[in-house]
């Protein structure tokens, strides 16, 4: 293939300043000042449906072409969906939850609802779908008390309507519900706006709520964190100084990432429509049958910013090898790459950077960054190529990085105009999320890319709540050691769970990457998840990397030697696992009391190092 020349990347040009308090606090600020946002986002969706009027903004898969929602006809559809609104009577006290996940309709109706000031919630479709006895969901209506439920499909989310919806309006794109009434898409869409959607709009401002965003609840009921209009827009400015390019570039995505998590529904949904993009919308997922759908859209349209999960990302290389089609048209005019919501390992990042130069016949810049829901989520993030993953970069502009000393950690706060104010109707619980200088104390930890200069950028170092001691005192860093066995055990496991609080050594439970160990088999990928885990090859192969992990350890904070597979899959209900796929740590842990007590005696299914290796490391 001929090499190609691409532009130079246009991104941001920082200013790093920082300070070191007496007790050993650092804040870690831009000198380079925030540039001027809009007071609400939908002045963005009025300003390109001037500027331009024909530009696609949103585009969803209809059979083996795509349908196709212009600037100007999202615009009309949106005012007419605020004038249903305003009659329906939507307030914030009587706000719009959104059950079904991503499509042209659900984004019309978060549109709609934030254009005349009422905020909307997108619900995670699993508490719908997944769920059995709807107590997430339950929790949520009653923190919200809906005056519209909206769902794409009354066949598929009755059940959970009628079970915690019985009595509020409800919406629906196609199909009804059995002897409920229920108002229509399209009649809402027809809606002929007046001048008091003009009023309300005008009166919407950087202090309105634009949307609620659930936290995941894995460790109790979802939170409600309130976004703002200053959150999302101030937030759209950090990412535009970020990403420079897009500002005369308009950013071309294709995205799976549901709308209900804040890097999707925020993040890339946003950064679209304030640059004058164009969103596809994917309707595949990281897994096993939904990557077909994503190689599919991705061998059609070539995106120009890109973002997945790393375990997205390994789907997408394997498929490459045999596909130059799919390597040619997704590296055709993409301009960089981000992954988040996992770590990657490192066998993973030089892999994608090697497929990346040889296609495109120079490197593309792969990054992450840090943030959360309550941080809009833009908060930190690195631009500067990098040998290696996991540097989450620099503050934004507008952003103070606050590293208070905990124990041999920094724990890292943060202010800024991004950080959400609080929760929905719980006071308590806002409060007590900020400290006594207004910084949002995010729960994690951070450390120095290089120590002493932070425009090095930051690494993570884990969630603090997760980690542990064990029985000797020693304390175990559980997010630098989950990473690290998961990159060792190259492809192999998902993730992983680390157990030995209290124990006298570390042990794994392990989610098995179920394809790549069927291809240690003959004959593999037909045999049942029970029967490939417990397989002599598999077996073997997983032993051999821990004896290589337990080789390389530095103690026994670092060693782990004893390993098991989890058989069935993680529990939704049980909160020990997001319908994104992050894992909680303590919540696996106490519902599998029984499988890390096996780990530490005489259990068959326990895969373990080669003890010599492991005495010698004593």
Request: hydrophobic letters at 45%; glycine letters at 10%.
């Amino acid at each position: 293939m001929a090499a190609r020349r691409f532009a130079p990347l246009a991104t941001w040009t920082p200013d790093v300043r920082h300070e070191t308090r007496a007790d050993g606090t650092t804040l870690v600020w831009r000198a380079d000042p925030l540039g001027p946002y809009p007071d609400k986002i939908t002045e963005r969706l009025d300003h390109w449906a001037a500027a331009a009027p024909d530009r696609t903004f949103l585009a969803e898969r209809d059979g083996d072409g795509w349908r196709h929602l212009t600037y100007a006809e999202c615009r009309t559809v949106v005012r007419a969906l605020g004038q249903a609104f305003l009659d329906l009577g939507l307030s914030p006290e009587r706000p719009l939850a959104i059950l079904s996940g991503n499509d042209i309709e659900h984004a019309l109706m978060a549109l709609g609802a934030q254009y005349v000031g009422v905020p909307s919630a997108a619900l995670s479709p699993a508490y719908s779908l997944l769920s059995q006895d709807f107590s997430k969901l339950r929790d949520i209506a009653g923190q919200l008390t809906p005056g519209l439920v909206f769902a794409a499909d009354g066949a598929r989310f009755g059940r959970a309507i009628d079970a915690v919806f019985a009595g509020t309006p409800v919406a629906l794109t196609r199909a009804g519900l059995e002897g409920r009434p229920a108002l229509r898409f399209a009649d809402l869409a027809a809606t002929e706006a007046t001048p008091a959607v003009d009023a309300a709009h005008a009166a919407v401002g950087p202090d309105t709520v634009a949307k609620f965003l659930f936290t995941s609840g894995t460790t109790g009921s979802p939170k409600a964190s309130i976004q703002t209009q200053r959150v999302i827009c101030s937030n759209q400015e950090m990412i535009a100084d970020c990403y420079a390019f897009m500002r005369e570039e308009p950013p071309v995505i294709v995205d799976w990432a549901p709308w209900n998590h804040t890097a999707a529904g925020n993040k890339n949904f946003n950064l679209v429509l304030y640059n004058g993009g164009t969103y596809y919308l994917d309707g595949g997922r990281p897994t096993r049958d939904g990557i077909v759908e994503t190689i599919r859209n991705l061998r059609e349209i070539s995106p120009t910013w890109y973002f997945n999960v790393p375990a997205g990302y390994e789907m997408l290389l394997s498929a490459m090898e045999d596909d130059p089609l799919l390597r040619e048209t997704f590296f055709a005019r993409l301009r960089m790459m981000m992954y988040a919501a996992a770590s990657m390992a490192q066998h993973t990042w030089d892999r994608l950077n090697a497929v990346a130069a040889a296609t495109r016949g120079e490197p593309i810049l792969l990054s992450t960054g840090y943030g959360a829901t309550e941080t809009g989520p833009f908060a930190l993030s690195s631009m500067e190529p990098q040998d290696s993953p996991g540097n989450v970069g620099i503050p934004a502009q507008g952003v103070t990085l606050k590293l208070v000393p905990h124990g041999d950690k920094l724990e890292a706060r943060l202010r800024g105009p991004n950080i959400a104010p609080g929760y929905w109707r719980n006071g308590d619980l806002s409060r007590g999320a900020f400290d006594e200088e207004g910084f949002y104390r995010v729960g994690d930890a951070l450390r120095f890319a290089v120590p002493g200069d932070p425009a090095r950028g930051f690494l993570f170092d884990g969630r603090l709540a997760e980690n542990f001691k064990l029985s000797t005192g020693t304390f175990v860093s559980v997010g630098a050691l989950r990473a690290a066995f998961v990159d060792a055990m190259g492809g192999l496991v998902g993730d992983a769970v680390i157990a030995g609080e209290d124990r006298d050594r570390v042990a794994a439970l392990m989610i098995p990457h179920v394809p790549a160990l069927a291809a240690l088999v003959p004959g593999g990928p037909g045999m049942s998840r029970t029967g490939l885990l417990a397989h002599p090859a598999v077996r073997a192969a997983v032993a051999e990397r821990l004896t290589r992990l337990a080789a390389e350890a530095t103690g026994s904070a670092t060693r782990v030697a004893r390993a098991i597979f989890l058989d069935d899959d993680l529990s939704f209900d049980r909160g020990e696992v997001t319908d994104k796929g992050s894992i909680n740590q303590r919540a696996v842990l106490r519902h599998r009391a029984d499988l890390v007590a096996a780990l530490y005696g005489d259990d068959p299914r326990v895969i373990q190092a080669d003890p010599a290796v492991v005495a010698q490391e004593v």
